[in-house]
């Protein structure tokens, strides 16, 4: 049999195969380099630098945006601001959104928003431009400014207190700066008082521009943390406190008033030798020229044979307590005591609950009665 003979392969189809080869391998290959310059342009779309800057927010990253020269209290921090913006936007869907009218290309303009309420302003930077297939500009971009709206500092805080006492906003001791002037109108507790020796002036502390509930805290006069009531109304804290702390109480001092108060009823009711013919044998508890003085002379006058005869007259029950120290001229306490005596004409025994607060003053060098309020008296 005879050999069959080999076919040869043209030329052309073998130029032919490289040239499709060749050309499947270039398409390839540009399409991967169109493909990676279009995933390295939409990588670099201001948008992303915008969602990276959201995540940062999100964080809690909100005081190093803030401007370090916003006006903040004296009584607040920089991060007590950055606090209440994290407040603001709390279990809130951040996002962005561009900035209506001209826009730089070169640097793009963004609002943030929490939920639907703006809280800042953001623009970006290009900081290079790299041409592509000369349609398209492959940039980088970069934050230039973030503007965070500043917290609405439009809390206030007004507190009235004695001005023997001290007042802390937030542990800082409130002073001259904060103090509301006006005419200091003496309190009422105190008007013989302030005949005779200093009294304390109920002073009004206001403070404002904060962002947040301040923690008040007043001390009194014996440099203890007072009990306060606060109640707030169109954005203002009122304080105030409750009255002035008691002590504990000199004996000396305890005993001069118990004396005191005792003599003094002695006199109304005759007791007291010397009380028919004059009120010398009070002087020495008031000031010479007291009102007590004149209405007991009165009473001496007019009325004093009115009171019923009697004898065996006693003290029982005697308390002295609720001593305040005001400063170092005026402090009040209270005497009660039981006086009991025996109505002769009758021959049976009466009874008198008593019970006073006394405010004492240092007048020329000694303890003087200014003030005597009855709380209790049954005659």
């Known amino acids: 049999m005879a050999e069959r003979k080999k076919r040869s392969v043209s030329g052309f189809w073998i130029f032919y195969a490289c040239f499709v080869a060749g050309m499947v391998i270039f398409w390839l290959c540009a399409a991967g380099y169109v493909k990676k310059g279009l995933v390295k342009y939409e990588e670099n779309q201001p948008e992303r630098t915008m969602d990276g800057l959201l995540a940062k927010l999100a964080e809690e990253e909100l005081g190093a945006y803030l401007n370090a020269e916003i006006s903040v209290s004296r009584f607040e921090t920089q991060e007590d601001h950055a606090e209440a913006l994290r407040q603001k936007i709390a279990g809130k869907e951040l996002s962005?959104?561009?900035v209506r009218g001209y826009q730089n290309p070169s640097a793009p303009e963004y609002e943030l928003l929490?939920?639907?309420e703006p809280f800042g302003h953001?623009?970006?930077k290009e900081i290079s431009a790299q041409p592509f297939l000369k349609l398209l500009t492959i940039?980088?971009?970069?934050v230039d400014r973030v503007e965070i709206d500043p917290p609405k500092a439009d809390l206030a805080a007004e507190v009235s207190v004695p001005d023997t006492f001290l007042v802390y906003f937030n542990g800082i001791p409130a002073d001259d700066r904060e103090l509301v002037r006006g005419e200091e109108a003496v309190p009422q507790e105190f008007t013989y008082a302030a005949e005779y020796v200093k009294v304390p002036q109920f002073l009004t502390y206001h403070v404002e521009g904060l962002v947040k509930r301040p923690v008040i805290e007043i001390r009194?006069?014996?440099?203890?943390?007072a009990a306060i009531e606060e109640m707030e109304q169109d954005g203002v804290i009122y304080a105030e406190v409750a009255g002035f702390a008691e002590s504990s109480m000199p004996e000396e001092l305890s005993k001069m008033a118990l004396q005191h108060i005792e003599q003094y009823t002695d006199f109304f009711s005759g007791d007291l030798p010397g009380s028919h013919a004059s009120v010398k044998p009070l002087q020495t508890m008031f000031p010479e020229d007291s009102y007590y003085l004149e209405m007991a002379e009165t009473y001496r006058k007019e009325d004093m044979w009115m009171y019923s005869s009697h004898d065996s007259t006693s003290f029982q029950d005697e308390v002295v307590d609720?001593?305040?120290?005001?400063?170092?001229?005026?402090f009040s306490c209270e005497v009660s005591f039981t006086k009991k005596m025996r109505l002769t004409k009758w021959d049976s025994m009466r009874e008198d609950k008593v019970h006073f607060k006394v405010y004492y003053g240092m007048v020329k060098g000694e303890w003087k009665i200014l003030d005597l309020q009855t709380l209790v008296q049954n005659n």
Not at 139 to 142: K, P, R, T, V
Not at 322 to 330: A, F, G, M, S
């Open 96 to 98: 962005y959104r561009v």
């Open 139 to 142: 940039s980088q971009w970069a």
């Open 114 to 116: 929490a939920g639907e």
């Open 220 to 225: 009194d006069q014996n440099g203890s943390s």
């Open 322 to 330: 609720h001593y305040i120290r005001y400063n170092d001229e005026l």
């Open 122 to 124: 953001v623009t970006l």
